[in-house]
């Protein structure tokens, strides 16, 4: 009987630690990984080196956001890479070609990458393609495309202060640009555990045909995420 008893103990911390590693497993690596490099250079978890990496993968924490939301929903989007760069393309050609308000740059920027979003989310839901990954293929190849073309495979520099100051000023020894992902992941963290949409997000995720029989507009919360 004890040596059951015992079995079943070590089961269950078996469960527990597959539980908890795979939850923070990636978590986990991060800190070991910092901790490694702490140890190999005494100059790496140092404030001006951390402020350096914030600012560096702000970029890709603006875009992991993003992606989530698809990704929620048991799908994913090959795009984004390519609408970023279609998106700051046009901000360049609007505010340094073409002279124009760095706000209506930021705007238009902002309206196409929405654009090309709504574009995805059209084909998924409305042309019934399988799966996201043929739509976002597809869209990433288009915007890689007309990027290309409308620069003419030139890079587009001097940027207005008001569209850099968000990419390389400082409040204090912290990035602009950090402190706008903070905001935004709150903004997100609220957005999908306080809203009506952000629940439903979760439950197309779980089960796409039980979240249409329950009253759940599965086709419009899917544009929403693209």
């Known amino acids: 009987m004890s040596q059951v008893v015992v079995k079943t103990k070590n089961e269950v911390m078996n469960g527990t630690l597959k539980r908890v590693l795979s939850k923070f497993g ?9 901790m490694v490099l ?27 956001i993003g992606m989530l939301l698809p990704i929620l929903t048991a799908g994913i ?12 393309m ?5 505010t340094v070609n073409m002279g124009m308000s760095p706000f209506l740059g930021i705007l238009v920027c902002l309206a196409v990458g929405a ?14 393609l399988p799966h996201p990954f043929i739509s976002t293929l597809g869209t990433m190849n288009i915007a890689r495309g007309i990027a290309l073309i409308v620069t003419g495979a030139a890079p587009i520099a001097g940027f207005p202060y ?9 409040v204090g020894p912290i990035p602009v640009s950090f ?20 629940r439903y997000i979760y439950a197309i995720g779980g089960n796409p045909e039980a979240a249409r029989l329950s009253g759940i507009n599965v086709d419009r919360v899917l544009i929403i995420v693209a």
Request: charged content about 10%; hydrophobic content about 60%.
């Open 179 to 198: 402190l706008l992902v903070i905001v935004v992941y709150v903004i997100f963290h609220i957005f999908l555990t306080r809203t009506q949409t952000g």
């Open 115 to 128: 654009g090309f979003g709504w574009l995805n989310g059209i084909l998924l839901t409305k042309l019934r």
């Open 77 to 88: 989007d090959l795009s984004v890479g390519s609408l970023l760069a279609l998106s700051i």
């Open 38 to 64: 702490t140890v190999l250079s005494p100059k790496f978890l140092t404030v001006n080196n951390v402020m350096n990496i914030a600012r560096q993968s702000s970029i890709n924490a603006l875009l992991a």
């Open 162 to 170: 008001a569209i850099q100051f968000l990419g390389r000023e400082f």
């Open 90 to 94: 046009m901000m360049g050609i609007v």
């Open 26 to 34: 990636p978590l986990i690596g991060l800190i070991l990984l910092i």
